[in-house]
């Protein structure tokens, strides 16, 4: 690899052909489902080969890269180079966007828009019509990207029909690295009498152990509801935080799934899921972190899937009581909550179709910089059900209308609210 000052990197060939062997060998090690890993693939392999050892640049090369890995068509699947200072507007911004028709042709409409993100700092409101980042026209399908170490500007137009740029800075330091704005994990507040609010946004780290205390502080500050609308639009999901609010969710123990690797693909995961080892409690404090791992080595020395199992915290006052709020953008960690409110009769799901994107995933390394992100196991609910790929259905379907919201009407908080009573 070689570069020059102000250029972009350039990769030589047999660079490019040692990164491209890499990756077919970290899937090949790796990949979850290797049964996609068939003819088909290899086929896709050759004919992609080509384009791949003859591209120009860094960036042709990794688009090169990711058309190939496209073709197995599941999620968590990536490829990049380390030294990328770029994000997309999902994790740069704590916003989602959906494309549709507007007076202003073809564009990306801001759907949701977390309190505490980029976006939402810079003023960006749901309906809010996307039109330019750093006076790049942005049309779909394109997706913009932005950089992490520098401000963007953003055009786009307000819910009052004008047209408006801010500007937006995705990422802070922290200590000698970037690190993504956040926004505000959990709000929570009553609606009118008897019935809560919670909305989580996403549920970040491993085990989660912050969010689970202020899902836990949350609930506890809403009193003696009745009721309880929990808003997972828009969560994009995030780690095991998520059992905790499964485990608010019903009073009793009970197991949620588990995410068995490569290895696990051909066992009859029926008869051997009551044998794994399970997780069923998030220490108070990241202290007791390291008492955990303690406990679990030896399933992740044997690579043995851990079932989530629910922490058993007794009556709420607003069990068989409410109503869980998604859309097309609730996804992973979110999903888990969704399918095991669902399969167990815990609430009532209101919105669109969840994202169907449930994977447990990794990076490697595979040379020269590059960083391969690949899925390493499926996601099943203690029924045997799989989500990848598999959009959850609402009970009662209420679509994100982009022009009602523009007026200020959050149609699908007031469907649950009708709902809930």
Known sequence: MTTSPGQEMTLTNSAKREVLERVLKALDSKFYKPELLDATW????????????????????????????????????????????RASSRAALSA???????????????????????????????????????????????????????????????????????????????GKKLQFVEPTLVQSKLLSEGIGYLKVAMFPGMIGVEVANSMSSAIDALGNISRLIIDLRGNTGGGAGALRLMSLMTPNRAPVGFSPGKRWAKRDLAAEKTRFPRLGKIPASKGALWLLGLQFLPALVTKSPIVLETEGLGTKPYDGNIVLLVDRHTASAAEMVTIFAKENHLATIVGEKTAGRLLS?????????????????????????????SPIEPDVIADFDWQERRSGVDAQLLKALSIAG
Request: glycine residues 12%; without cysteine; hydrophobic residues 40%.
């Open 42 to 85: 290899r086929d896709a392999i050759e004919s992609h080969r080509k384009g791949i050892e003859s591209a120009p640049t860094q960036d042709a090369f990794e688009l090169a890269v990711t058309g190939l890995l496209q073709t197995l068509k599941t999620s968590h699947l990536g490829f990049f180079h380390g030294t990328a200072k």
């Open 361 to 389: 995933a990794t990076s490697v390394k595979v040379g020269h910089g590059f960083r391969l992100a690949l899925p390493t196991g499926a996601y099943f609910t203690w029924n045997g059900t799989a989500l990848e790929g």
């Open 96 to 174: 989602t966007y959906l494309a549709d028709e507007t007076a202003n042709g073809s564009r990306w409409i801001f759907q949701d828009v977390h309190d505490g993100g980029s976006a939402a700092l810079a003023g960006i409101q749901p309906g809010n019509i996307l039109l330019r980042v750093d006076g790049k026209e942005i049309v779909p399908p394109e997706h913009p990207v932005f950089p992490m170490g520098a401000s963007s500007t953003i055009d786009f137009v307000a819910n009052d029909g004008q047209e408006r740029t801010a500007s937006v800075d995705v990422a802070q330091p922290k």
